[in-house]
């Protein structure tokens, strides 16, 4: 089976290391405004434009009028047409919403294709840079395909897209298991096992509210109001490595333990709308938990059943199957008015979610 996945370092760069970073997301962000610009300009006089004809106007022109653009790698100022062009495929295919305009500092981040650069056990090197120290070694599997740049917070990161050809893995049991995802607990498993997520937003809001407050009441321009600025991004950062520490570890076990998973396909869209909960389901990461599984599992030799968005896990009798239709959020405890099968109100729509595979070949 050939999969492709990214390995994530940080990377341990030196002030004048960063400094060359900074300009080079720079340059990404600069020349993607220019062609999502000029894209809009040709759209509306009626112009078909495309990536590879914007490619080539820049070209002609980023000598004479953008001459700081050649400061950094030539890929910081070439990729930008070609993500440009797979965005405006996915809008006009209707997966993903209009391109727009990136702001400085919002997820900052440059590629680099695999034959312009060089990595070894602990160091990669980048045009026009050189050599850039690694927090941890690279270990060598599979085909690079390229790389990827980033900064969090005021961290830098490289990512290494590789292509790997693996053989799946066998899984401990061969059983299903139904996984019910929500704000009480991160998921209950239909075998009656709940995992109570971290909640990490909830837990430091109250530090992140202090700092926001302190920071409005900072002067703008000033350092003080920088500093504060860089502790608000760390404490974000943290919140974020939290999450994503408890999803990484509830995912792979769920991977090796399970043939399969059975889980909701939830619109996290529409459940944002709602002002009471949004914060709630944020603080889950429950589209995060689903990217993992879907490519966490092929590599287990597990397989991801995502039940119809309408199946009614939370309203039907896991025991008689009974729609119970005067049953509302509020109620956590949910009693069958056919048959009075009591039980968790997450635990039954668990246990439904596992005989979904039998309810739809039946």
Known sequence: MIIQLAHKIELDPTNVQRGYFVRACGTARFTWNWALAEWNRQYEEGLKPSGLALKKAFNDIKKEEFPWVLDVLRDANSQPFSNLQTAFNNFFKGTAERPHFKKKRIRDSFYIANDKFKIEEDRIRIPKLGWVRLKESFCHFGKIMNATVSRAADKWFVSIGVKMDITPAACEDQVVVGVDLGVKNLA??????????????????????????????????????????????????????????????????????????????????????NGKLAKAISDMGFHEFRRQLNYKTPIAGTHVIVADQWFPSSKRCSDCGEIHRELTLSDRTFVCPTCGFELDRDENAARNLEQYPVLMAA
């Open 188 to 273: 209950t498993l239909s075998n009656g096992e709940m995992i109570e997520g971290p909640k990490p937003y909830r837990k430091l809001q109250k530090k992140l509210r202090r700092l926001q407050q302190s920071f409005s009441r900072k002067q703008r321009g000033s350092k003080n109001r920088d500093k504060l600025k860089r502790k608000i991004s760390r404490l974000h950062y943290r919140i974020s490595c939290i999450r994503h520490d408890a999803l990484h570890k509830l995912t792979s076990r769920l991977a090796r333990k399970f043939s399969v998973i059975v889980i909701e396909d939830l619109n996290v869209g529409g459940m944002l709308k």
